[in-house]
């Protein structure tokens, strides 16, 4: 059916993030929509195990703090597929809801392009891709709205919502960030006013990256190379020209960030790893005039850093430095 969606949703050790997000997705008003959840998780990991039991009605969620968007749940048991990542490449059924689990975890991109191949290969007959994140809560016409604002878009169509912070505050976390080249920074945009007023933006948060096919089409699958940040970014790097990118103000998810890779107020060391890595490589790829520049602002990084005592932290991002620099040698 023209309109419908795949919602693609990655775990990463956070099964009751997931099934809290699930259960406010299933909630979701005038929307056609297939959900895949791709399980990054080591196989050691209980996450497949917990939402696959959650879908059978045998674990319920106690306490939330969007009781709004969470309560009553959803009737049990929810008629789903689970799937190995070989056996999901073999299929072309597809339930409402599909858990695969990956072969290994090959970061958040490789997670998504396990079934955008799929679409890509006319498997899933779908107009519409939204990558969100398993820490989201959506309101319940957060689709709708989403569709309802490129359903006649000619152009290759992202569109990002308005993302709030969780409780307490619920205030604006995002609705969309401006990328500085000349220093491989962005600039988070926390006012509506912004769009609403006409002015554009660079990229929309992962947290909520939806597209439409015409997008997927040109664009092809996410690049691959940087494991965890700047995917989003660079996949837009695809498209050279005609592209649509907004934010749909009234499409609103609710993000309690930092929690796939656990790094909450301090950037964990991985995270930090990546976020470094990947100014190097984004800036390498796209703005090789400022790459110079790149490095000797993240030098300074880690001179501030070795006056503050962080030395391990210092540490790893010196090895990033003479890393990256042996691999372009």
């Known amino acids: 059916m023209k309109g419908d969606t795949a919602i693609i949703i990655v775990n990463y050790k956070g099964w009751r993030d997931t ?13 056609n929509f297939n959900i895949f ?6 196989f050691e990991d209980v996450s497949v195990e917990k939402i696959i039991e959650w879908a059978k009605g045998n674990l319920e969620i106690k306490k939330t703090n969007f009781p709004r968007l969470i309560f ?29 689990k990956s072969n290994e975890n090959k970061g958040f991109a490789a997670a998504n392009n396990i079934v955008l ?20 809560i959506v309101e319940k016409e957060s689709l709708f709205k989403l569709v309802e604002s490129v359903f006649e878009e000619k152009l290759p169509a992202i ?6 912070n969780t409780y307490p505050s619920f205030d604006i976390q995002s609705v969309g960030l401006k990328y500085k080249p000349v220093n491989a920074s962005s ?9 609403i007023q006409g002015n554009s933006i ?23 190379e940087y494991f965890l940040y700047y995917e989003e970014l660079s996949w837009i790097k695809k498209v050279t020209e005609g592209i649509s990118l907004k934010t749909t103000l ?37 703005y090789p005039q400022f790459y110079l520049r790149v490095r000797f602002r993240i030098l300074l990084i880690v001179f501030k850093r070795v006056l503050k005592g962080d030395f391990k932290r210092a540490l790893l991002i010196f090895k990033i430095l003479i890393d990256h620099k042996k691999s372009i040698i």
């Open 202 to 224: 660079d990229y929309v948060m992962g947290a909520s990256f939806f597209v439409n096919k015409d997008f997927l089409k040109t664009a092809g699958i996410i690049p691959e």
């Open 187 to 195: 600039i988070n945009i926390t006012s509506e006013d912004y769009i």
């Open 117 to 136: 191949r799929k679409i890509l290969g006319g498997d899933i007959d779908i107009s519409f891709i939204w990558l969100l994140n398993n820490d989201t």
């Open 72 to 100: 009553p749940l959803i009737k049990k048991p929810i008629d789903f597929s689970f799937y190995s990542e070989s056996d999901f490449y073999k299929s072309s059924y597809f339930k409402k809801l599909n858990i695969i």
């Open 19 to 31: 099934i809290e997000c699930l259960e406010s997705v299933f909630k979701m008003k005038d929307a």
């Open 159 to 164: 569109r990002g919502c308005l993302i709030r």
């Open 37 to 42: 959840v791709v399980d990054n998780s080591p």
């Open 250 to 286: 009234e499409s609103i998810i609710y993000h309690k960030g930092g929690a796939s890779t656990k790094s909450g107020l301090r950037p964990s060391l991985v995270s930090d790893f990546y976020a470094i890595r990947n100014k190097l490589v984004f800036t390498k790829n796209y």
